[in-house]
């Protein structure tokens, strides 16, 4: 059972926006910063989102984040068929004083 | 352009060890802190350890700590993972991932392409 909560999966179609949530507790996203993380199929996981609604370079602005107390979310706008992958957040742990991670959320596009 | 290359992984009996490496490239290697992720096979992402620039601060998932120690040579551009007392749940798709990391936020920038370590008799 992952610190994090994330819903296992979410869908939509090409062109809709999603958002998939993200759940933690006092010692995590309450107190830092979240990231975001792609991988595609078969793939190593790729940085998505960095403290709480940074894009890194390349990442196309129709990926943002957003954070609210111990909860964030991600919102993928103009879906595309490329998008569908596995996306994780993860939140550093002051309790655990390591990383953790949601369970990640399976995206379809329909 | 930063790269990452773990290797070290197979398959080994419960109860051996194994030691992962990670051989780093394109950034200055003595900057950063790094850290071990990993995948058990259709399962999510698990932090299991990190260590500093300077090999000050160790930290360790509590499923590995008191099995796994993990090291840097910043001399070589590399960093390690000694995984004693091997079990069965630790088969999983080892990553070596790059601490990007500001006065406010820290996050896993790079990641490598993973070895594979099975446990398994």
């Known amino acids: 059972q992952s610190v994090l909560t994330q819903p296992p999966s979410a869908s939509g179609t090409p062109g809709q926006r999603v958002t998939i949530s993200c759940s933690g507790s006092?010692?995590?996203?309450?107190?830092?910063?979240v990231s975001w993380y792609q991988q595609l199929p078969g793939t190593a996981p790729k940085l998505l989102i960095y403290?709480?609604?940074q894009r890194p370079s390349g990442v196309p602005d129709r990926f943002s984040g957003s954070k609210s107390g111990t909860s964030a979310s991600l919102a993928i706008s103009g879906l595309q068929s490329e998008d569908e992958a596995d996306y994780y957040c993860?939140?550093?742990?002051?309790?655990?004083?390591?990383?953790?991670f949601g369970g990640g959320t399976k995206l379809t596009v329909l | 352009e930063v790269q990452l290359v773990e290797s070290g992984g197979g398959l080994v009996q419960p109860g051996r060890s194994l030691r992962l490496s990670c051989a780093a490239s394109?950034?200055?290697?003595?900057?950063?802190?790094m850290h071990w992720v990993r995948q058990a096979p259709g399962k999510g992402l698990e932090w299991v350890s990190g260590?500093?620039?300077?090999?000050?601060?160790?930290g360790y998932a509590d499923s590995v700590k008191g099995r796994f120690t993990i090291s840097r040579d910043n001399a070589k551009n590399s960093l390690y993972l000694q995984m004693n007392s091997l079990r069965a749940e630790d088969t999983a798709l080892y990553y070596c991932?790059?601490?990007?990391?500001?006065?406010?936020?820290?996050?896993?920038?790079?990641w490598g392409q993973g070895t594979l370590v099975t446990v398994s008799s």
């Open positions: 991932a790059k601490g990007d990391c500001s006065s406010t936020s820290c996050q896993a920038g790079y």
């Open positions: 394109g950034f200055s290697f003595d900057d950063y802190a």
């Open positions: 260590i500093s620039w300077n090999s000050d601060s160790t």
């Open positions: 006092s010692s995590n996203i309450g107190s830092n910063t």
């Open positions: 403290s709480n609604n």
């Open positions: 993860a939140a550093w742990d002051d309790s655990l004083n390591g990383w953790v």
